[in-house]
């Protein structure tokens, strides 16, 4: 499904919270999760950066990132995104 003429980004219903503050001068780091497809996202209000998360915060890779933001939301969790959320930006995640 695609919805024409929306950004992406605003094809998803999202849920946002604060996750901590940041920085003396100000700024936030929030998570975006959208209650349709389950893709999480986390932000800062400094400079809008934004990158895709798996479940316990951990930033997952740069092609991962890459292609959600391009993707509109299917409405629905997406066949693939599970193998998607192990892939990690700095390798493999450390197991406590």
Known sequence: MRDEG?????????????????????GSRLAFTCRSCGRVFNQTT????????????????DTVT???????CQHRPVDGDEDDRKQFKNGPALQN
Do not use: C, Q, Y
């Open 46 to 61: 400094i400079n809008s950066r934004t990158w895709a998360v798996d479940a316990s915060g951990v930033a997952l890779s």
């Open 66 to 72: 890459t292609r959600w933001l391009a993707e509109s």
């Open 6 to 26: 929306i950004a992406p980004w605003r094809t998803h219903d999202w849920k946002i919270r604060t996750i901590e503050s940041i920085a003396p001068g100000g």
